[in-house]
């Protein structure tokens, strides 16, 4: 049986579902969830993620890794943690670029904490040299050396509950059947609460998979020390409104329309987020867009570097750039943001 029709079947039988259940089912479900068997990255695939549009941003990314290294009096071992590493290509770069601080590289153990049977094997094949080593939690990563954490679009698959006001008390959208096929529906829900600035028809979210993923990132950098940066696409409030989307061939559909088969993904709440990651001692860095950050880091000044260098390719350089940087495209839609532990300063963030 397809993924749909056991989902059916189980809910013909049990009743609806949580959205939140059913996207932990649609990515991760051992059968035939997105992530556990199918996942498409790239241009080819179903999505295509800032390592792909250029290797400005993984270059970047390596620096600001090395400079923290440096920051730390450049231990002679250093974890270097990828969350949800997809094809490797990130890490690749960043230890590629890793090379111009002397010593990082070699200082540097890969960690990679991945579900995926078949992006771990696209990982080996990118990363040998370096001899990954993968654990499916964050929890799993040991604290007796300093890490330096990296998850791009990471976050925004973090399963969330929706809540609809309808009249004078909230209902929980939940899956269910109608005619036989997957549909959208609404429960009763009493554990919310009414206040004045919820209009009828308002969406609540929430998300106990991101604060759980918040504190266990807040308490592997406060505990081992170091530092983390997320870089993904939402706000500083992200706690009202349906954000949910399926993504496959580079096209939004539905959610309900091919459950295993696209990738189901959510705007992240920041805000959330750096609080609960803040809840252990990690110090929790000011928020900034991705366009900011990478500008901070001197993205303007690489691409001009990469352009003298490649004259031909200078139109391909600055559509990269502007797609990584621009207002209206990832440079505003992504923010970056950082975990760290007390005594860093993590570049790209200051005041």
Known sequence: MSLRERLKAEIAENGPMTVEAFMTRCLYDPK????????RLGAEGDFITAPHVSQMFGELIGLWAAELWIQMGSPARVRLVELGPGDGTLMADILRVGRAAPGFVEAAEV???????????????????HEPRWVERIEDVPTDAPVIVIGNEFLDCAPIRQFVRVGERWMERTVGLKDGELAFGLTPCPLVHI????????????????????????????????????????????????????????????????????????????????????????????????GEFLRRLGIEQRAEVLKRANPARAEVIERQLQRLIGTGQMGELFKAACLHSKGLRPPGFEP
């Open 111 to 129: 960690w990679l904490v991945e579900t995926s049977g078949p992006l771990r094997a696209r990982q080996a094949a990118a990363l040998a040299p």
């Open 32 to 39: 035939d969830g997105y992530y556990a068997t199918r996942p």
């Open 195 to 290: 206040t004045a600035d919820d209009p009828p028809g308002s969406i609540l979210v929430l998300s106990a998979a991101l604060g759980e993923v918040a504190e266990a990132i807040g308490r592997l950098v406060a505990h081992a020390g170091g530092a983390a940066l997320m870089i993904d696409y939402g706000s500083e409030n992200e706690r009202s409104g349906d954000t949910l989307q399926a993504l496959r061939g580079h096209v939004r559909e539905g959610p309900l329309e091919h459950p295993g088969e696209a990738d189901l993904t959510v705007r992240v709440d920041f805000g959330w987020f750096l609080a609960y990651g803040a809840r252990h001692g990690a110090v929790a860095a000011p928020l900034v867009t991705q």
